[in-house]
T-cell receptor, first 111, second 115 residues
Framework: QQKVQQSPESLTVSEGAMASLNCTFSDGTSNNFRWYRQHSAKGLEVLVSIFSDGEKEEGRFTAHLNRANLHVSLHIREPQPSDSAVYLCAVRQGGSAKLIFGEGTKLTVSS | GPKVLQIPSHQIIDMGQMVTLNCDPVSNHLYFYWYKQILGQQMEFLVNFYNGKVMEKSKLFKDQFSVERPDGSYFTLKIQPTALEDSAVYFC?????????????FGPGTRLTVL
């Protein structure tokens, strides 16, 4: 059974400083990774999807995937207070449509 | 981006009663999902549904749970009877189609409180 873990549990950064979030997974055959953002009382907003080792950039959000190390990270460039939210890592395995989520990282961006 | 709507946003019911959670998926999507998130815990997959059938379900999808999408209207999750441990936020998602690298778009969730 795939296990997805995120760190840190919470993170506070100053506006404009880089924010880095981590996610580890247990099944090295996974090939489909997503980062979502969850604001209170709102649905999940997909930020970036990545399917092969390396880097994928979507605006201020960059994901790095290293399947050999079972690790995917999210970096947020020039974070704003409006980026304060819970960030979720999700992994999908081939042959299945279900997403396995981590427990989330609560990001606070102070002005 | 595409929007998934969920009705109601909050439901409070007594244990043992039936409840139906409604999801209005993105109009051209074909795959539909329910996920459950207990307060303070991670979101967990319940079920996905395509072409009138359950395609995958997890062990959280108990016999008391059922899903349907009659005549292309709301995609519903029915729980009958409810139990205290069913208290959670239930998120609906849809995608076009389900497998492959198509995004799942999530609704804002329905908070279910079972007393």
């Amino acid at each position: 059974q795939q296990k997805v873990q995120q760190s840190p549990e919470s993170l506070t950064v100053s506006e404009g400083a880089m924010a880095s979030l981590n996610c580890t997974f247990s099944d090295g055959t996974s090939n489909n990774f997503r980062w979502y953002r969850q604001h209170s009382a709102k649905g999940l907003e997909v930020l970036v999807s990545i399917f092969s080792d390396g880097e994928k950039e979507e605006g201020r959000f960059t994901a790095h995937l290293n399947r050999a190390n079972l690790h995917v990270s999210l970096h947020i460039r020039e974070p704003q207070p409006s980026d304060s939210a819970v960030y979720l890592c999700a992994v999908r395995q081939g042959g299945s449509a279900k997403l396995i989520f981590g427990e989330g990282t609560k990001l606070t961006v102070s002005s | 981006g595409p929007k998934v709507l969920q009705i109601p946003s909050h439901q409070i019911i007594d244990m043992g009663q039936m409840v139906t959670l409604n999801c209005d998926p993105v109009s051209n999507h074909l795959y539909f999902y329910w996920y459950k998130q207990i307060l303070g815990q991670q979101m967990e997959f319940l079920v996905n549904f395509y072409n009138g059938k359950v395609m995958e379900k997890s062990k959280l999808f108990k016999d008391q749970f059922s899903v349907e999408r009659p005549d292309g209207s709301y995609f519903t999750l029915k729980i009958q009877p409810t139990a205290l441990e069913d208290s959670a936020v239930y998120f609906c998602a849809s995608s076009f189609p389900g497998l492959g690298d198509y995004e799942q778009y999530f609704g804002p969730g329905t908070r279910l409180t079972v007393l």
